[in-house]
């Protein structure tokens, strides 16, 4: 009965401020199913119509952001006024990611839609939630759409895999994947770089097994469950915008880099997120040092 027992209350430990975030999202879209019910609501998911039920999600999670990690976003003046393309670094569980549309929902009342993994989409219960919150499956022509709509759209090349198998070296695994780059050149978008600092300390992956990351590849879907949910400190950084240039081609924007002052700024999608991380991340990251960030007031 002990054994049991204290294998449960790890077990709770470990995976409690997970299950908690995954219900809370159910519960969310539980909210916006009555809300379209009782409202009669048949607008398209997208439009303003739904800003009002919008607004009370992203204050929901915005004050969640606020108690439980002391959210804060810096560089939402790097965000153009029109379309663009945001790359990311993918955590364990993206909830740095629904904190940053959220602040930018309230702040800018601005809709980013988001590209995601096919996995989810076959979540069952969500479909209303991701409607409304623009999540897509991110094909070339949803992307140009958006973007010809004024919207700014975001991606994580390094996706689930780099949810699942980067670690606390903060590596990006991004692969070859450059059609975010092709989308940009073909709408004449700026991609702007963006990091959540301590995001991986906020919410762990075990440690990389052969079988696990066989199984990833061959079915495509997160079998290793997250754990965590530490109230470390989390900071998102919006870096400065890699402007469209009609004379780059999609390797090109993938790989430039140009000089600024006496700096070296780096303006490849990939080595500007990288910066992001070397600037603010303590590497490898430390769950002590970013639980002591939290409540270090003289630090902003």
């Given at each position: ?176 994947r450059k059609g975010f780059a092709q989308v940009a050149l ?115």
């Amino acid at each position: 009965v002990v054994i049991i027992s204290l294998t449960i209350s790890a077990i709770l430990f470990f995976f409690m401020v997970p299950l908690t975030i995954l219900f809370f999202i159910y519960l969310t879209n539980i909210l916006l199913l009555i809300y379209q019910r009782n409202g009669e609501v048949k607008a398209d998911p997208l439009s303003d119509v739904w800003d009002s039920a919008r607004k009370t999600i992203a204050s929901f999670w915005d004050i969640y952001a606020r108690i439980w990690h002391g959210y804060e976003l810096h560089g939402v003046e790097n965000l153009p006024e029109g379309p663009g393309i945001l790359v990311y670094y993918h955590g364990a569980i993206p909830i740095d990611y629904l904190y940053f549309l959220s602040r930018l929902f309230l702040w800018k009342k601005r809709l980013c839609l988001s590209v995601a993994d096919h996995f989810v989409f076959r979540l069952p219960g969500l479909k209303l939630l991701l409607e409304v919150t623009g999540i897509m499956l991110g094909t070339r022509e949803e992307c140009l759409i958006a973007l010809k709509n004024g919207h700014l759209v975001s991606v994580s090349p390094g996706g689930v895999r780099e949810a699942l198998f980067s670690d606390e070296s903060y590596q990006l695994m991004w692969g070859n994947r450059k059609g975010f780059a092709q989308v940009a050149l073909d709408a004449k978008v700026p991609i702007i770089p963006m990091y959540t600092q301590n995001v991986r300390e906020g919410y762990r992956m075990f440690k990389e097994r052969r079988f696990f990351r066989q199984l990833y590849e061959s079915t495509r879907l997160p079998f290793t469950p997250p754990y965590g949910g530490l109230p470390v400190k989390f900071r998102t950084y919006i870096g400065e915008p890699i402007p469209y240039d009609p004379n780059i081609t999609t390797e090109e924007l993938v790989e430039k880099q140009v000089y600024k002052g006496d700096f070296l700024f780096s303006f490849q999608a990939k080595t500007a997120v990288q910066a992001l991380i070397s600037k603010h991340q303590t590497i490898p990251g430390n769950i002590w040092k970013a639980l002591l960030e939290r409540f270090d007031k003289r630090r902003k």
